[in-house]
């Protein structure tokens, strides 16, 4: 299961007194046999540093390792992951968690699930929605840091050339011109117009439909040539269609080469986002924001604060996956127990944690945004 907040929340309120293991380990989202075996191995190493670990109870979670060990030999469980594992694991048995970005390899050891570094990566949003704007198939995908799929859209028309040709909807697009019995044809331009018009309206009623049924808020990016992207977005009643968008024929593009397109406008939107809670903290008084962990913990203790921010993860080339781009990788060794106190106790009171890429600030001491 990938992470969500439902999860998270489950994971947050565990508080039995047993001995609970941490472990999270960056992985590959596109299989082949040398990347299968090298997450393989990573996991491996973090079993056998964790039995390693004095602070480690064999008696009370030997049951568990047992079974932990069993999946390395599980290669179909290492097959088609996302950027990153999370194993949360106490005497009763584990639970596995693919991560919507890549971490570093940490494990830890408590009487407590380490879970500071999701509410981190929960700050990120679950993905975001690509809409093809085509004359041929249009299509509703939804999409994340390392997947898209095609979404089954109810009601959702065919071509635009098989849905002006349905008798019914032909008839309904016939308007008389003069005398009983005349009518334009579509070959004008102002039929072609208005049977586009009406294509366009049938294709977002049932994107908003869907949407707004299921009360999505992600962000929707549209793919296609600038006049249909435009004609479509009057239509749209959707309130969270970015204003930018992917120029081109989408109808040449798999799932892959969407993602490649949209990914960067999410990432960009993301990026200026961030800042602006950056820019929010500076512009304030002393009164309203605080820094370091004493302070922002009698903030959290007043129940004063709003956005708890962290300065969790970098963009770096160095990563599982190599390449020339950078990518989002979660530091876990800035989340000592310092930080995951802070994050337990800030969502107690209501606060939002806030991931801030690292150089955000002057230093990497936690910062509070304050109600008052």
Not at 6 to 20: G, P, S, Y
Not at 95 to 121: F, K, N, W
């Amino acid at each position: 299961m990938i992470i969500n907040e439902t999860i998270f929340k489950q994971l947050l309120q565990t508080n039995n007194a047993d001995q609970k293991l941490s472990i999270y380990l960056p992985t590959h989202s596109a299989s082949s046999s040398q990347t299968v075996n090298e997450d393989i191995i990573r996991f491996k190493n973090s079993l056998k540093a964790i039995r390693l670990d004095e602070d480690y109870d064999e008696l009370e979670l030997s049951e568990t390792m047992e079974a932990l060990e069993a999946l390395i030999d599980d290669v179909e469980f290492w097959k088609h992951r996302t950027l990153g594992l999370a194993v949360f694991a106490d005497a009763h048995g584990y639970e596995a968690v693919s991560l919507t970005h890549e971490v570093t390899q940490a494990h830890y050891i408590d009487e407590r699930y380490v879970v500071s570094p999701l509410a981190s990566m929960l700050s990120f949003g679950a993905g975001y929605f690509i809409l093809e704007v085509n004359h041929t198939n249009p299509r509703l995908l939804h999409a994340t840091t390392f997947s898209c799929e095609e979404i089954n859209v109810p009601d959702m028309p065919d071509s635009f050339q098989s849905t002006v040709e349905n008798v019914e909807y032909s008839k309904e697009l016939q308007h008389q011109s003069g005398g009983t019995g005349t009518f334009h044809g579509h070959t004008d331009d102002a039929a072609i117009e208005d049977d586009e018009r009406r294509y366009y309206k049938s294709i977002a009623h049932a994107v908003d439909v869907h949407l707004m049924h299921e009360s999505q808020t992600e962000p929707l990016v549209m793919v296609g040539v600038e006049e249909r992207v435009a004609g479509l977005r009057k239509q749209l009643k959707y309130a969270h269609v970015l204003a930018d968008y992917t120029e081109g024929s989408s109808t040449s593009m798999n799932e892959q080469a969407l993602h490649d397109h949209t990914y960067p406008l999410i990432d960009k939107l993301d990026d200026v986002r961030r800042q602006a809670i950056v820019d929010e903290y500076e512009k304030n008084d002393n009164t309203h924001v605080v820094a370091g962990v004493d302070d922002v913990k009698a903030a959290v203790a007043e129940h004063r604060v709003e956005k708890l921010l962290l300065e969790g993860f970098r963009r770096t080339t160095d990563s599982v996956r190599g390449g020339y781009d950078p990518v989002i990788v979660f530091q876990l060794d800035y989340y000592d127990d310092s930080i995951e106190t802070l994050v337990r106790e800030a969502i107690a009171q209501g606060a939002e944690t806030v991931a801030l890429s690292e150089g955000a600030f002057a230093d990497k001491a936690p910062r509070a945004i304050c109600r008052f």
